[in-house]
């Protein structure tokens, strides 16, 4: 990933048992999340448009250029001012074309700005996912982009046991909450999490958890 080594695999691989084993990578992305040379496209003919062009926080844009990410992607050029304006959003698109941020920002400029007015510990978003792998790779973005604006990120994962979830909000409520729908519900049914100032509700990868084989 750009923002931190992938674990391509799990414990259990360095298992005795598991010698001999292997496992094939293939590369099917044609789009990359990111782009730091930008082509003209239907949209933006001249090939300039920068992440500037959305008028998002000038915070925002300057992680991204740290992070050498200066050009939207074309998921980014159209979904993100959707988003802005309070749209609802379905977006379909390939692994790896930009889809994270294509969310993350718009919502982080939004609680970065709803912060500054009225600082409440509320949790305002909820980003569900099918996996704990992917729960901790949403985070990790999501604490780059609003770690300047002391924006809490919590992550609940599947597998955590009751103690563990409880433990999450010790210290409030958390701005941006991500998590498995298993770990959403132990926390609901408990009580743990304040669900009551709920803005942003994103379902990633909604094909895998929509799909009836995921709920077996």
């Given at each position: 990933?750009?923002?931190?080594?992938t674990?391509?695999?799990?414990?259990?691989?360095?298992?005795?048992?598991?010698?001999?084993?292997?496992?094939?990578?293939?590369?099917?992305?044609?789009?990359?999340?990111?782009?730091?040379e930008?082509?003209?496209?239907?949209?933006?003919?001249?090939?300039?448009?920068?992440?500037?062009?959305?008028?998002?926080?000038?915070?925002?844009?300057?992680?991204?250029?740290?992070?050498?990410i200066?050009?939207?992607?074309?998921?980014?050029?159209?979904?993100?001012?959707?988003?802005?304006?309070?749209?609802?959003?379905?977006?379909?698109?390939?692994?790896?074309?930009?889809?994270?941020?294509?969310?993350?920002?718009?919502?982080i400029?939004?609680?970065?700005?709803?912060?500054?007015?009225?600082?409440?510990?509320?949790?305002?978003?909820?980003?569900?996912?099918?996996?704990?792998?992917?729960?901790?790779?949403?985070?990790?973005?999501?604490?780059?982009?609003?770690?300047?604006?002391?924006?809490?990120?919590?992550?609940?994962g599947?597998?955590?046991?009751?103690?563990?979830?409880?433990?999450?909000?010790?210290?409030g409520?958390?701005?941006?909450?991500?998590?498995?729908?298993?770990?959403?519900?132990?926390?609901?049914?408990?009580?743990?999490?304040?669900?009551?100032?709920?803005?942003?509700?994103?379902?990633?990868?909604?094909?895998?958890?929509?799909?009836?084989?995921?709920?077996?």
């Amino acid at each position: 990933g750009k923002f931190e080594e992938t674990r391509l695999c799990s414990r259990g691989w360095k298992h005795s048992r598991s010698f001999g084993d292997y496992f094939t990578i293939n590369s099917t992305q044609t789009m990359p999340p990111f782009i730091t040379e930008c082509e003209p496209s239907d949209s933006d003919p001249s090939g300039s448009a920068t992440f500037n062009t959305f008028q998002i926080h000038q915070g925002l844009v300057e992680i991204l250029r740290r992070e050498n990410i200066i050009h939207p992607t074309s998921v980014q050029r159209k979904v993100i001012p959707k988003l802005l304006r309070g749209h609802n959003v379905l977006c379909a698109a390939e692994t790896g074309s930009g889809k994270t941020l294509t969310y993350l920002l718009p919502i982080i400029h939004d609680l970065q700005e709803k912060k500054e007015i009225d600082n409440d510990a509320n949790t305002h978003t909820v980003v569900l996912v099918p996996s704990r792998e992917l729960a901790e790779q949403v985070a990790m973005v999501a604490r780059m982009l609003g770690q300047e604006f002391n924006l809490t990120v919590k992550v609940l994962g599947g597998g955590m046991g009751v103690g563990n979830i409880k433990a999450a909000f010790t210290r409030g409520q958390p701005d941006v909450l991500v998590t498995t729908p298993g770990a959403l519900l132990k926390a609901m049914w408990r009580n743990y999490v304040d669900l009551s100032k709920l803005r942003y509700f994103v379902v990633d990868e909604a094909d895998t958890m929509f799909d009836p084989s995921f709920s077996g």
